[in-house]
């Protein structure tokens, strides 16, 4: 399983804080050189238009760099802007691609980190054989530096820092590239290392019950399981605040002079904007899981979002949702979550069900109003657990009736808590958050089921 380290660095001394700058500094200057050469060559500027972003001349500007921050990381620094521009035509190619829908803001290139005026952002990407993580009593992060930096400072060796906090994952087989930057918003230094781990730390799920996912934007997710439990996890503030961003991103978006695509203002906006969404997104996916591993499922079925989209929601709906909720992402993040409990996540893209009758099976007689799916039959329930409900029983092929009635959550900015209006307490989780005992919880045999 792959997983992520992050945790702040602190300097050992006034002159190892001014080293590490300088480290960080040289990194994003030669970011920028890098990207302006191939911005250059993208704009088609007076003497490049016959050349691509890739002819630009790396090699020269990693001569360059290499003294300062040693020849990996200037390698790793061009690599990850390479990285950068690909991801990018990726994503322009999604965008002009009309059957297509994943991407439906202007994708636009790589952008610079600050510049020597206003200061850089102090940013910089390290190889995985460059720097070493020692975890213990006192955790130290050791990393490579430039001959030239050294001689600067006077210094020998790799430039040692002080790791504060313990590590989610202390245990790994291997380490990645490790992300090292200045967090200006609390003057911290903080690092991610993304790690390998053995399937060994997975959990094994308490039973084999299965579980239903009904995935919208009022009601981000509709679980059912086949033990009776329904969870709500309620989005429409969320989806609310979405909106407004994306209106003020457009409403700035009109203001910008003929060819300019953007602005810092709009870049920050941008950035809010998904970190909210994934903020809530990562949170709800461990409260979900905790819960349906508590509730002894080993499966989740989730329906196919796309089909849903293109077949009953408008086409401004439609590129809204899937904009917010980024729906594929949102399944890996969940199936990543999923698997260290040993649990698997299937998505099965199959006619809709929010529609349908659970009572007579009608889907043209039934009419939504709101949460509600009413039903001439005398049915009448909430739509998106109904959905899910009648979607569990598709995949499991029996009936499921729920005994406990519906628990629903919402989210302020931090966890999902049960909302006011929950009409009944939920049981109460097993702390297996606390970060004293989620590494050493369930470090049991792995079953060997996969995940999508
Ligand atoms: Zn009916």
Not at 47 to 75: C, H, I
Not at 93 to 101: A, I, K, L, R, V
Not at 284 to 300: A, K, P, S
């Amino acid at each position: 399983m792959k997983r992520t380290n992050t945790f702040a660095v602190r300097p050992l001394s006034t002159k190892g804080e001014q080293l590490l700058r300088d480290l960080l500094d040289a990194s994003a200057a030669l970011w920028n050189e890098v990207n302006y050469e191939r911005l250059m060559r993208y704009n088609n500027e007076d003497g490049f238009e016959d050349e691509s972003v890739w002819d630009a001349d790396t090699g020269r500007l990693e001569g360059r760099y290499k003294g300062v921050l040693g020849a990996s990381t200037s390698q790793q620094v061009i690599r990850k802007n390479s990285e950068a521009w690909r991801a990018f035509f990726r994503l322009k190619d999604q965008y002009h691609n009309e059957s297509n829908t994943s991407v439906t803001d202007h994708p636009e290139p790589p952008g610079f980190r600050g510049n020597g005026d206003d200061g850089r952002q102090l940013k910089t990407v390290i190889r995985n054989t460059s720097y070493t993580v020692e975890w213990g009593e006192r955790s130290r992060l050791e990393i490579l530096v430039g001959r030239d930096l050294k001689d600067r400072y006077d210094h020998t060796g790799r430039l040692r820092l002080e790791i504060a906090g313990d590590p989610n994952w202390a245990d790994y087989e291997k380490q990645g590239r490790l992300d090292l930057w200045y967090d200006e918003t609390d003057s911290t230094f903080r690092a991610s290392q993304p790690v390998t781990i053995s399937d060994d730390v997975r959990a094994t799920p308490l039973a084999d019950e299965t579980a239903a996912l009904d995935i919208g934007a009022n009601n981000l997710v509709a679980c059912t399981t086949t033990i009776g439990e329904q969870y709500l996890y309620e989005g429409r503030d969320l989806f609310n605040r979405f909106r407004e961003t994306t209106r003020e991103i457009a409403r700035l978006q009109s203001k910008l002079e003929d060819g300019q695509y953007s602005s810092e203002r709009i870049r920050r906006l941008y950035r809010k904007r998904t970190r909210r969404r994934d903020h809530a997104q990562e949170a709800l996916c461990r409260d979900l899981v905790e819960r349906l591993y508590e509730d002894g499922v080993d499966t989740v079925y989730i329906g196919g979002l796309t089909d849903v989209l293109e077949t009953h929601w408008s086409v401004d709906t439609n590129a809204k949702t899937h904009n917010f909720w980024a729906f594929k992402q949102f399944t890996e993040r969940l199936a990543c979550t999923a698997e260290e409990y040993g649990i698997l996540v299937e998505v099965r893209s199959e006619a809709w069900t929010s529609q349908e009758c659970p009572q007579c099976g009608s889907t043209d007689r039934t009419t939504r109003h709101q949460d509600t799916l009413t039903c001439p039959c005398g049915f009448e329930g909430h739509a998106d657990i109904t959905a899910s409900e009648t979607f569990l029983e598709r995949h499991t092929n029996e009936a499921v009736r729920p005994m406990a009635r519906p628990v629903r959550f919402e989210w302020d900015d931090h966890t999902w808590s049960e909302s006011p209006r929950s009409p009944e307490r939920a049981r109460p989780k097993e702390q297996r958050t606390d970060p004293s005992t989620v590494d050493s919880d369930g470090n049991v045999a792995s079953e060997d089921s996969q995940a999508v």
